[in-house]
């Protein structure tokens, strides 16, 4: 017998005579489940809020459709919710009056300031859910940048990194169970994670904003906390949209100052970064499916151009795919929601 004719080539056989046949596994619901690669649970999300000085009061953000900015007593209430609903974790956004900010971000701070606040209420009314807070400078200052500016409008690193410190030993003591560092300076995780153990604070986990991109998909988080820069834009602290390679030195650095989970951001415009540290790092991958993103799902499902569930659960799906073993997403109550065990089959 030739070698030619040991080769299988079903492009030339007669349709009866096909071996392989992949719709097979396609065939039933059933199938479908148990070849399933990918599966999207309520553990891989993370839910990001927006917390408001103030009482009795839940205002939605016109950009984003479905998420509001409330004030402590409601969070509250909506956090016991979402832990009823099976959601670990949230991500903490300040709306800053801006009568409280300042050139430098002092506010961020102060051991009475909002974040330290909120943090201390859920701790006490819920205190399995995982407080997740953010680290950079945007909400607190009057120009809306994350970090110190010079008087040519320069991005300062070293003391913006410095305050990053003081803001993280802050969110510390008020009980935070992870920080989060958004604001991209260098050093800043090996800076916080010295800092935090020097404190007592060493259990007190680092989320890494690894590779976050300077993204129009923002727009609308911008919206929710009005923290737009007031001048010039992002580009010399937030990686350009076009590099893959630096998002592994950014990891790389961050993975050896200290970081416990590395995260690409933004995450569907960004889902071959996300593979591409995942192949990277032996530790845990968060993705964040921005604002935009969920601007983007929300506003075409209300023009009735999409069917917004199954968009929104191929669109995470996707991302857990890519790599991501964490997704920050505004879809998560929505998402647990239908990962209810009595909404499970209508929606897969
Ligand atoms: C700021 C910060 C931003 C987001 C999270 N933290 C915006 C920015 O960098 O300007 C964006 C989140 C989103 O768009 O959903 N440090």
Redesign the pocket.
Known sequence: MSSENLTIDNTTSTPTSLIYRPRRLRRSATLRRMVRETILTVDDLIY?MFVMEGEGQKVEITSMPGCYRYTLDLLLKEIAELHQLGIGAIAL?PVIPEAKKDDTGSESYNPDGLVQRTVKAIKEAVPEILVIT?I?L??FTTHGH?GIVDENGMILNDPTVEILVKMAIAQAAAGSDMVAP??MMDGRVGAIRKALDAEGYVDVRILA?SA?YA?A??????DALD???RFGD?KTY?MDSANAREAIKEVALDIEEGADIVMV??ALAYLDIIRQVKDYTHLPVAA???????AMIKAAAQNGWIDEKRVILETLTSMKRAGADLI?T?FAKEVALMLQPKNLFSNI
């Open positions: 990001p956004f953010d950079a945007d909400p994350d958004s604001d904003y976050k993204s998909y923002y727009g609308p988080f911008r923290s737009a820069p992002k937030q951001k933004p964040y499916n921005v604002s935009g993103e969920y920050l505004y």
